[in-house]
Nanobody, 124 residues
Framework: QVQLVESGGGLVQAGGSLRLSCAAS????????MGWFRQAEGTEREFVAG????????LYANSVNGRFTISRDNAKNTVYLQMNSLRPEDTAVYYC?????????????????WGQGTQVTVSS
């Protein structure tokens, strides 16, 4: 079992930045691929970014590529999502997820553990 707790969400103006954190506890953090997903009101959950177990491989959704950066610190059992140049369409609940495997994937079904989510609201 892995427990995931997100933090760092909030209200920000368009063009601003936020850094999300996801702290993991339980089984060995470095054995999991980590991902960030988001879900806006009335829409399905969508992939945002993923990172391999070592941190050497990352994957991004086209909509955030070049603006968001995922990273992890295995010594601190934490994964981060640095979000720059935020847009109103980035408004959503952001979820951290952990899954088996070596490389990140965009498919939510490949992630076994999920956090409770943190709200990000970008005002225009």
């Amino acid at each position: 079992q892995v427990q995931l707790v997100e933090s760092g969400g909030g209200l920000v103006q368009a063009g601003g930045s936020l850094r999300l954190s996801c702290a993991a506890s339980g089984r060995i953090f470095s054995s999991y691929v980590m991902g960030w997903f988001r879900q806006a009101e009335g829409t399905e959950r969508e992939f945002v970014a993923g990172i391999s177990r070592s941190g050497g491989s990352t994957l991004y959704a086209n909509s955030v590529n070049g603006r968001f950066t995922i990273s992890r610190d295995n010594a601190k059992n934490t994964v981060y999502l640095q979000m720059n140049s935020l847009r109103p369409e980035d408004t959503a609940v952001y979820y951290c997820a952990a899954g088996a495997g070596v490389f990140p994937t965009t498919s939510a079904v490949r992630y076994d553990y999920w956090g409770q989510g943190t709200q990000v609201t970008v005002s225009s």
